[in-house]
């Protein structure tokens, strides 16, 4: 038998949704959104077997639905990762965040830069180009790029560094050219001399023991991945990732992400378009 | 020379954390003394495996000055998530320090099903900023007696400022059901044109007008 489609969501309701989404995870939706939004609701009442909106916002606002939030924030965040995605970050890391790190540090020097999640692999190639490209002192330095996921399955293909067009639509012709190899219809590979810097490994943010191997790193670029966390899961691994970094370090958190929703233990640091996070230069 | 591979394993700090692991109560509770702020958060994430270091934890909350230590101690309370911690936690909110009465909010609202016995009392207490502290607790508490309390704030509770922190709660989770409990609180405070404004602006939104 067909389940009766749920009632349709009013306005006020979606205003109220909206709001506490934004409270939860950040994210914020604007009516342009709403029949997006409007359609994942009644999934997830259907889902859930409640009877309409109100009996479905009632059971994740006031009873501890974990399981339910997370299949909310998935069902609204689209995953797709590219190369040069929220490029406006990287701009940060070029113009802003490694000439301030690099005041403190020596020629020769490590800067060492850490994506976590790097999925597959898009995030961090990102960053050796941007940095190849457009920070001149670049070469002044020994820049390490480490890379980790939990899932193997994507790190194996992190390593393996082979993109279609798709993934490739940011760059342009001289990028593809400069720093992609041509395998055959939609498939490039990126240059073995990046794809061999680069040190990638898995990782469970919230396992103590596997984070303590990660320290001395002056940038996280943890995007969009602390959004799925619970709260309690939440603080864990921004106070991880806190031991992780040196004193002055930098978090680069995804475009609907704020440190200050989840920890008052970093800065707001503003740099070009976008604002990163500090932690204190005179912690230990 | 630009892009290296990584040099080494792990950094000294590592080496010495991994050496430290799994270390017992009586290890551990000096530790959390530690003249270092590295050594003390080590100590404070650790105690989260043992529930008697509850108090040695909550009263190292007033002295301690680094913020670092603190966010951790409070991660460690709330993954223990006891009676007692609630019970150890709910005085801090009488402190003259903003950050941890705050602190101790945000960890209070972790632990539900644990504060239910002490919310009727910390909603009636004599001191009418410990209740708006309860109040602000119940705001993002994911408990189903939520709108209950809340109810109860609006219709009983003599101070307008504890009435205004409900009054704000309800207006964001309410919903057509809270209506006449906004009126009947502008009818018990029809001299404050604040609480007149802010039940109307709140009837608007839960109505969506």
Known sequence: ?284 | MALVKRRDGKAGDAARENASAGRSLNELLPALGATDAVSRRQAARELAAHPNAAPAMCGQLEGERDASVRSVIFTSLIKLKTRTVVELLAPYLRSEDAALRNAVVEALQEMPEDIEPFMDSLLSDPDSDVRISAVTILGALAHPRVPEWLSQVIQSDPHINVCAAALDCLAEAGDEEAVPLLEGLAHRFPDEPYINFAVAAAIRRIKGE
């Not at chain 1, 490029?87 to 830069?113: H, M, S, W």
């Not at chain 1, 850490?114 to 941007?130: L, N, Q, R, V």
């Not at chain 1, 990046?194 to 303590?212: G, T």
């Open chain 1, 1 to 284: 038998m067909l389940q009766a489609e749920p009632k349709p969501i009013s306005d006020e309701e979606l205003a109220k949704f909206y709001e506490f989404f934004y409270r939860k995870t950040g994210i914020m939706f604007s009516d342009n959104k709403r029949y997006f939004v409007e359609r994942r609701l009644q999934d997830r009442i259907v889902a859930t077997g409640s009877a309409d909106f109100r009996a479905y916002f009632s059971s994740i606002r006031f009873q501890n639905s974990v399981n339910e939030i997370e299949c909310l924030i998935n069902s609204m965040t689209v995953n797709e990762t590219y190369f040069f995605r929220e490029d406006y970050q990287f701009t940060a890391l070029v113009d802003g965040i490694c000439p301030d790190i690099a005041e403190n540090k020596k020629p020769g020097d490590a800067i060492r830069i850490w994506s976590i999640p790097c999925s597959t692999g898009e995030e961090p190639y990102s960053i050796a180009i941007y940095l190849l490209d457009r920070w001149s002192r670049a070469d002044e330095f020994d820049i390490e790029i480490l890379a980790s996921d939990i899932d193997t399955r994507v790190l194996a293909s992190a390593r393996a560094g082979i993109y279609g067009e798709r993934s490739l639509q940011k760059l342009s012709n001289s990028e593809k050219e400069r720093y992609f190899t041509f395998l055959r219809q939609d498939q490039y590979q990126i240059r073995d001399e990046i794809r061999e810097s680069i040190d990638f490994s898995p990782i469970n943010v919230m396992d103590p023991k596997q984070i303590q191997n990660y320290r001395n790193i002056d940038v996280i670029f943890c995007r969009n991945l602390l959004i799925y966390f619970d709260d309690i899961s939440r603080r864990q691994a921004v106070e991880a990732m806190y031991e992780c970094l040196v004193p002055g370090g930098f978090i680069c958190l995804g475009h609907s992400e704020s440190m200050s929703r989840m920890s008052s233990l970093f800065h707001p640091r503003k740099f070009s378009e976008t604002i990163v996070y500090q932690k204190d230069v005179s912690s230990r």
